[in-house]
């Protein structure tokens, strides 16, 4: 026993030695830490989005934050070390679109993964072109336009095929089926291997899925917008497609850090988010209240119980939070190692039900393009 505590105080002292001093090796140690901020050494786990077969990272890296829609583009150089540590860590899914920016996620994205092709999953978008204006507000997912934004993303990504290629939103001057089939025939000449829909309705789904399978659904799920509840889940299960939440963390909110006194930058997206108005930050706390309840028992942080959460419901969900910072990648990794017994998600369930999340997730003219 003696024995035994002698080499645990010396992994320990290890541990912290590397840590503090920074050892590009730290990594590699068996010894956890787990703290309300971090948990090193997660061992990344595997998913398969439904019965696709591909295989990725049980968390993947939102990437458009990074350059759009959260604020001003981050420090590109600080970008690409943060991907290309999300992928020394096990992340092996990494999200973006055409529209991000526009372009520069997508040439951000394929600069960083440049020297680990092959070894990660790319994910990428199409179905938005600039109106008269040049603002990317306008629809456009005719056969011939996805095949000449394929073609742009390829370059820019610097890969010479697209692994999940997802329709942003659903055009409906565009029949769904022409739109699968635009990309079975991207998929026949080798420049896309799977298809995947974002945001789309379960009539659509399985209007296109008839044409090409889907290899993935994406859409927003978390504690406070559980919706695909409804009927999404059921039907993905159905016909074996995998499913991508975004913004799992609730565009920030679920990470405890946002409150009614926060400030975004004016050109941060959740300013014209109804549920980010002052009014429903502060109703919305008590989720935080809940998250924060469950994160003390767990010895966690109230993200990793949401991400966890999200992680518990299905095993062909993965979740792709976001962020710019490595000690919140770090952060999110470690809700893989936290586990909920089946009376503690009922009493999740449960306890979550009785809050009404107060505000709308998009404003008006955006909520309009989702579930079609």
Known sequence: MKHKDQEYKKRYLNF???????????????????????TMNTKMQKRKLGKSGIEVSALGLGCMGMSSGLGPAADKKEMITLIRKAVEKGITFFDTAEVYGPFINEELVGEALEPFKGQVVFATK?????????????????????????????????????????????DLDVPIEDVAGAVKDLIKEGKVKYFGLSEAGVKTIRKAHAVQPIAALQSEYSLWWRQPEEELLSTLEELGIGFVPFSP????????????????DSSDFRNVVPRFSPEARKANQSMIDLLTKIAAQKNATPAQVALAWLLAQKPWIVPIPGTTKLHRLE????SIDIKFTTDELREIDDASSQIKVQGERYPEQFQKLVGR
């Open 16 to 38: 912290i030695v590397n840590y503090f001093l920074g050892f590009p090796g730290r990594e590699l140690f068996s010894f956890a830490f787990n703290s309300k901020h971090m």
């Open 331 to 334: 952060e999110n990794m470690g």
């Open 249 to 264: 963390l609730g565009k920030g909110f679920l990470t405890g850090k946002i409150d009614e006194n926060t400030k975004f």
């Open 126 to 170: 199409f179905g938005w072109k600039p109106n008269a204006e040049g603002k990317w507000s306008e629809l456009d997912s005719r056969p011939e336009h996805i095949k000449e934004v394929a073609e742009a993303s390829l370059k820019r990504l610097r890969v010479d095929a697209i692994d999940l290629f997802y329709q942003h939103r659903v």
